[in-house]
Nanobody, 125 residues
Framework: QVTLVESGGRLVQAGGSLRLSCTVS????????MAWFRQASGKEREFVAG????????HYPDSVKGRFTISTDNDKNLVYLQMNNLKPEDTAVYYC??????????????????WGQGTQVTVST
């Protein structure tokens, strides 16, 4: 069992920055790839960043590449999502997810076993 708790979401102006945190606990979570997804109202859940605890296997979709950065703090069991130059279309609930042991950082939500409760990010114009 792996538990994920996100924090850091809030209202921010367009062009601003925000860092989300995900606290991870449980058994053998270090073998699982970690990812951030987001889901805007009325839309499907979308992959925005993924990596392994080693720092390898980092992936971003074109929609956030160059603006978002995922990182891990292995000592504190934290996964971060640094978001810069935020746009109104980044408004969504952001979720932290843990994938299957020893798997790649995939884009499909179905490839992830554990999810946090989500944190709301709202970007105003």
């Amino acid at each position: 069992q792996v538990t994920l708790v996100e924090s850091g979401g809030r209202l921010v102006q367009a062009g601003g920055s925000l860092r989300l945190s995900c606290t991870v606990s449980g058994r053998a979570f270090s073998t699982r790839p970690m990812a951030w997804f987001r889901q805007a109202s009325g839309k499907e859940r979308e992959f925005v960043a993924g990596c392994r605890w080693s720092g390898t296997g980092t992936h971003y979709p074109d929609s956030v590449k160059g603006r978002f950065t995922i990182s891990t703090d292995n000592d504190k069991n934290l996964v971060y999502l640094q978001m810069n130059n935020l746009k109104p279309e980044d408004t969504a609930v952001y979720y932290c997810a843990a994938g299957r042991p020893y798997s790649n950082t995939n884009y499909a939500p179905n490839d992830y076993d554990y999810w946090g409760q989500g944190t709301q990010v709202t970007v105003s114009t």
